[in-house]
């Protein structure tokens, strides 16, 4: 984007964005200084320092169908892509990471369209993209293909709605661009939101450890049962020349043993196979 003159205070987001300015137009970026799985929350558009714009300009996001916001921050340095990095969820105020995730060091960008539903300066993208779009003058202008795939704001859903209703434009009838323009997991995490994501994941995880913890301290209590019950348990004796501990190794060795949840996923190369 073309060089700005912040009138804010900079840098405004430190722990995560880099800002990288280059003088020459259109030139300047933005780039990841954390590393973030899909879904997950990036940053939030709390107001303030987002404020309600008076009329659409090139530097404002929309987030209804009449409503657009300064940014007041550096993330007014994300740029568009066709393949985006990030996702402003303006139902939710937040920015979330894409499908994909983000690394450290990767561009930040957006899907303008995704929020712009006529935008006030248009463009030729340049983001190189196998799937690049062209011009961009927001999803008002666009058919339902280019739209396909991306992630949809609500109010850009029900301006697309309307104006297949209405019969004109090059929007499809019918289920019309609603369905078309996003894709399974891109409606999940909007219903369900990046935090709620990122809680359940989570949850998952921790049942997963507590899982595998459980399974352990029972393979251990019945080891010991059985050599209990073989009256090996003697203090500091040995029975038919074998050890206590030894025998307690062999009786845990023998029991039937399922993978754990890290072998399964190959986290550490284990053999998924029980062993009998």
Same mark, same amino acid.
């Given at each position: 984007?073309?060089?700005?003159?912040?009138?804010?205070?900079?840098?405004?987001?430190?722990?995560?964005? $880099?800002?990288?300015?280059?003088?020459?137009?259109?030139?300047?970026?933005?780039?990841?200084?954390?590393?973030?799985?899909?879904?997950?929350?990036?940053? *939030?558009?709390?107001?303030?320092? !987002?404020?309600?714009?008076?009329?659409?300009?090139?530097?404002?996001?929309?987030?209804?169908?009449?409503?657009?916001?300064?940014?007041?921050?550096?993330?007014?340095?994300?740029?568009?892509? !066709?393949?985006?990095?990030?996702?402003?969820?303006?139902? *939710?105020?937040?920015?979330?990471?894409?499908?994909?995730?983000?690394?450290?060091?990767?561009?930040?960008?957006? /899907?303008?369209?995704?929020?712009?539903?006529?935008?006030?300066?248009?463009?030729?993208?340049?983001?190189?993209? $196998?799937? !690049? %779009?062209?011009?961009?003058?927001?999803?008002?202008?666009?058919?339902?293909?280019?739209?396909?795939?991306?992630?949809?704001?609500?109010?850009?859903?029900?301006?697309?709605?309307?104006?297949?209703?209405?019969?004109?434009?090059?929007?499809?009838?019918?289920?019309?661009?609603?369905?078309?323009?996003?894709?399974?997991?891109?409606?999940?995490?909007?219903?369900?939101?990046?935090?709620?994501?990122?809680?359940?994941? *989570?949850?998952? *995880?921790?049942?997963?450890? %507590?899982?595998? &913890?459980?399974?352990?301290?029972?393979? %251990?209590?019945?080891?010991?049962?059985?050599?209990?019950?073989?009256?090996?348990?003697?203090?500091?004796? &040995?029975?038919?020349?074998?050890?206590?501990?030894?025998?307690?190794?062999?009786?845990?060795?023998?029991? %039937?043993?399922?993978?754990?949840?890290?072998?399964?996923?190959?986290?550490?190369?284990?053999?998924?196979? /029980?062993?009998?």
């Amino acid at each position: 984007m073309a060089p700005l003159t912040p009138h804010w205070v900079r840098p405004s987001h430190p722990e995560i964005q $880099e800002v990288v300015i280059n003088e020459a137009e259109f030139q300047s970026k933005s780039l990841s200084k954390v590393a973030l799985p899909a879904w997950d929350l990036y940053a *939030r558009l709390d107001f303030p320092p !987002c404020t309600d714009a008076a009329e659409p300009t090139y530097a404002t996001v929309q987030y209804g169908r009449d409503k657009h916001l300064n940014l007041n921050s550096d993330l007014l340095y994300i740029n568009h892509s !066709c393949e985006p990095s990030l996702i402003f969820d303006m139902g *939710r105020l937040a920015v979330i990471a894409g499908p994909k995730g983000i690394q450290p060091g990767e561009e930040l960008t957006f /899907f303008y369209p995704s929020t712009e539903w006529d935008m006030a300066q248009p463009f030729d993208c340049l983001c190189g993209t $196998e799937t !690049c %779009r062209g011009r961009i003058s927001g999803a008002g202008d666009m058919t339902a293909e280019q739209l396909s795939g991306l992630f949809l704001n609500k109010h850009i859903h029900e301006l697309l709605e309307q104006k297949a209703s209405n019969g004109n434009g090059n929007v499809a009838s019918g289920n019309g661009a609603s369905s078309a323009a996003v894709n399974d997991e891109d409606d999940s995490s909007a219903l369900l939101g990046a935090e709620n994501l990122a809680n359940i994941a *989570r949850e998952l *995880r921790e049942a997963s450890d %507590r899982a595998e &913890k459980a399974a352990a301290a029972a393979c %251990r209590a019945l080891a010991a049962l059985q050599v209990r019950q073989a009256g090996l348990l003697k203090a500091g004796k &040995k029975a038919n020349g074998v050890s206590p501990a030894a025998t307690f190794n062999a009786a845990a060795s023998s029991l %039937r043993r399922g993978p754990t949840s890290r072998e399964l996923s190959g986290e550490m190369g284990g053999d998924t196979s /029980f062993s009998t």
